[in-house]
Structures are given as C-alpha cells and as structure tokens.
C-alpha cells in the first residue's frame, strides 16, 4: 500500500446484523475516493464466491459463530495481510455472544432461536451451519491485527482506519491476541 497499486480490500460479514457493513456505506461519497485506491476483490457487496489469495486488507463484522464461518475465517488470516475486526461483535463478541450465556448446545440454541422465541411460523429451517459450541470474538481463534469497535462502529473511523492503512501509516487502534 502507498505503491501507487491499488490496494485489494476484502470485507466480510460472519455472525452480525449487517449495521457494520452498513456503516461501511455510510462513508457516502468518501467511498467514491476510496474506490480510486482499492480494489473490492470479496465482500457481501459485490458477487464472489471464494476468497481470494494476496489481500491487502480485510474488514470483518461478526462475531465467529459456526464451522463455516470458522473455515472462512482462517482462510481470510492465511490470504490477507491485515485483518480488521470491525465492529463490536468481531471485537467482543457482543449480541452474537449473548447465546453463550443460556447453551453451549447447538440443538438447543437453534430451538430457542427458530422455535421458542419466534413471533410467528415457529420451524427449524433445513439447513443450519453447524454451530461452535460457544460464539467468539475473532481474536480468540485468529490473530487480528486492528479492532474498530462500536455498534456499529461510526462511518467516520471507519474510513479514518482505512484512509491511514492505505496510506501505509499505523491507525491507533492497534491489534492484540493472545494467538499472536
Ligand atoms: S457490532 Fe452492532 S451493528 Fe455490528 S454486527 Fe454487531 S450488532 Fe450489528
């Protein structure tokens, strides 16, 4: 990055409500500027289906929730050169983790979710992605070198995260996890 290339960005949404990606838009028209220095290559936005090798930088919102997200996860660590937890459920685990409370059994989180505290039209759908026996903040399981908390986290850091890592400068938000 700095390089004059453009830098080749990936976000990814785990287990979260999509407020951060949200936010993400909310750059407006900063997002135009953006666009002239990176490379979108995978994210919810834009219809790719694997994640790609040599990335520059990779937001991620949610927190890690099944073995899907888990694999994807991983495979974002080894491919990227920066990893970004963003938003408070990939930096604490927050709402997602609030199931970590009740069960640390997956029948039992998917009964309570699809069929006790449903409104209406109580089922367990077809397919459920196997879940971890507890959801974890991301730097429980992979080492991530920046955080952007809040929920969600404001436009405004976002972008200033993102404008200084593409300017090869070091945000001051800087990264901790015990899987160093
Ligand atoms: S941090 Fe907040 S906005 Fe972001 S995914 Fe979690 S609940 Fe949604």
Same mark, same amino acid.
């Given at each position: 990055m700095g390089t004059g290339k453009k830098a080749r960005l990936a976000t990814i949404w785990l287990s979260g409500c999509s407020g951060c990606h949200m936010s993400f838009l909310d750059q407006d028209e900063r997002l135009i500027d953006l666009a002239k220095n990176v490379?979108? /290559?995978?994210? &919810?936005? /834009? $219809?790719?289906?694997d994640f790609p090798e040599n990335v520059d930088i990779t937001l991620i919102e949610g927190a890690v929730g099944n073995e899907e997200q888990l694999d994807l996860l991983r495979k974002a660590r080894t491919r990227t050169k920066i990893l970004v937890s963003l938003g408070d459920c990939a930096v604490t685990g927050n709402v997602t983790a609030l199931r970590n409370a009740f069960s640390n059994s997956d029948k039992a989180v998917v009964q309570k979710a699809y /069929?006790?505290?449903? $409104? /209406?039209? &109580?089922q367990i759908p077809t397919y459920v992605p196997r879940l971890l026996d507890q959801a974890h903040a991301l730097h429980e399981t992979v080492r991530v070198d920046y955080f952007i908390p809040g929920c969600p986290p404001s436009a405004d850091l976002i972008n200033s995260v993102l404008t200084e890592l593409l300017s090869g400068r070091t945000p001051k938000m800087e990264g901790r996890s015990k899987y160093g």
């Open positions: 490379e979108l /290559v995978y994210s &919810p936005f /834009v $219809d790719i289906k /069929v006790e505290t449903a $409104d /209406v039209n &109580p």
